[in-house]
């Protein structure tokens, strides 16, 4: 890839961007239920017993939704289930000491659902919480949620460690390309039929086509494949929430198509992208054509993870106004603290993309990644990235690159402004390709001031 010359010049100030939070969060209402309740134990749940709880679940939330909505209480104890279908208005509330165990049998998570699975859309497996078209939603409580996954169920599906060769897998050239290939070709969802003896992993909560959804306070742990993953949905709170578990691809919340977000107060220790923002994939992706947009995330914690806070690849339907601010990462295995991937096969613009006060200590790789060449994908959709600000960041112990930008002559990533930035133990201050409008604004990199010539 050819560099191109660097054009400094001050970028407008957006000193304005920040004043859209306020009336975004203003937006975004947390469902409220009624003071009802309908313990899992009354609908035939034996706490500490082996015994599946799928239909105790299932009963207990039909009569909630029926009785016009409550809360379904998971008392202290173990309960074993296969998938849970959530309904409108029922809050499913984990108490202190409750732990669910989710069924590792790929049986229990038929008959097929309409689903997206990394990003197209599909007829597969069940998520182990799932939801379709419905309002008024919740998890909460201070209870743990274990998908079981590990490198012996679910997660070997992914080719890679714990894979046995001779099994199958999703990198089968029968499997995950063939979806891809239907979308392509506008098969209808509805006979893209995948799930048993295809080997794609389920997500662990995906509501699909839902307004009006919380998140609160309890802990997911273990998930096949990535955790909270709302799809097309409007109105999401999520907060004071823990997601841990270091299987491949289990990326922490990644919300696809979706408008008025809230991500706030939450621990991630992922085994990919703690926060990935998507919309959609390829020719999917632009049929649907609906971006991800109004992004808040307030005071998260970000340990493991190919990325703190990530955008793509899945980008085809566009990303915009996304604000990270006051969050803190470190770990050795953190990759990037602020990652936007991309490739000439997704396409979409990802555009006004603000973080601030970001405290770091240890990062892997880059601290700033913006890529056009996500894995090398070639294709006819050359994305359009620009309006990326960062202010306020420090880094203690950096990693092999400060500031990486890879555009296309035809294609530059535009509008990049740090302001405020230190970063020490960084290999290589920054790396630019086909990029333009950069400004360094009080950016210290190993103890000494970088502007951009």
Not at 126 to 134: G, I, K, M, N, R
């Amino acid at each position: 890839m050819a560099l191109t010359c660097i054009t400094s010049f001050t970028v407008a100030q957006q000193t304005d961007a920040w004043q859209q939070v306020p009336a975004i969060l203003e937006q975004i209402k947390a469902p409220v239920f009624p003071d009802k309740d309908f313990p899992i134990t009354q609908y035939g749940a034996i706490p500490n017993s082996r015994k599946s709880s799928t239909d105790a679940f299932k009963k207990a939330i039909e009569a909630c939704s029926n009785a016009g909505g409550g809360r379904v209480i998971v008392p202290a104890g173990t309960f074993h289930t296969g998938a849970i279908y959530l309904k409108s208005n029922v809050n499913l509330h984990l108490e202190k000491d409750a732990k669910i165990l989710f069924s590792t049998n790929p049986n229990d998570y038929l008959p097929i659902v309409h689903t997206r699975w990394e990003g197209t859309e599909v007829m597969n497996y069940s998520p182990l919480v799932y939801a379709y078209q419905e309002k008024n939603i919740a998890i909460t409580g201070e209870g743990v949620l274990d998908g079981q996954a590990s490198y012996s169920d679910w997660w070997p599906w992914k080719g890679g460690k714990g894979w046995i060769k001779g099994t199958p897998n999703q990198n089968d050239p029968d499997e995950n390309p063939a979806l891809l290939k239907m979308a392509e070709d506008e098969v209808p969802v509805q006979k893209r039929k995948f799930g048993q003896g295809y080997h794609l992993r389920p997500q662990f909560v995906q509501p699909y086509r839902c307004d009006n959804i919380l998140i609160e306070g309890v802990t997911f742990i273990n998930s096949p494949m990535w955790n909270l993953t709302p799809v097309l949905c409007n109105n999401i709170t999520i907060r004071k929430v823990r997601i841990e578990g270091e299987g491949p691809n289990t990326d922490g919340c990644d919300p696809e198509s979706c408008k008025n977000v809230w991500i706030r107060d939450c621990y991630f220790n992922t085994g990919d992208d703690c926060i990935a923002v998507k919309s959609g994939r390829n020719k999917d992706g632009r049929l649907t054509s609906i971006p991800c947009e109004n992004i808040v995330i307030q005071g998260c914690t970000m340990a493991n993870g190919h990325g703190g806070v990530s955008i793509g690849s899945e980008t085809s339907g566009g990303v915009k106004n996304l604000f990270a601010e006051d969050c803190k990462m470190s770990s050795p295995n953190l990759d990037r603290v602020l990652r936007i991937k991309s490739s000439p096969q997704r396409g979409g613009t990802t555009e006004n993309i603000y973080m601030r006060n970001i405290e770091v200590g240890y990062v892997k790789e880059e601290v700033i990644v913006v890529t056009m060449y996500y894995q090398n994908q070639e294709g006819n959709y050359l994305p359009t990235m620009r309006n990326i600000e960062v202010s306020n960041l420090t880094v203690e112990h950096g990693g092999k690159t400060g500031v990486l930008l890879e555009g296309y002559p035809t294609s530059k990533i535009e509008h990049i402004k740090l302001q405020n930035v230190t970063m020490k133990g960084v290999l290589k201050p920054y790396s630019f390709t086909n990029a333009s409008d950069v400004t360094f604004d009080n950016v210290v990199i190993n103890g000494k001031r970088v502007d951009i010539p």
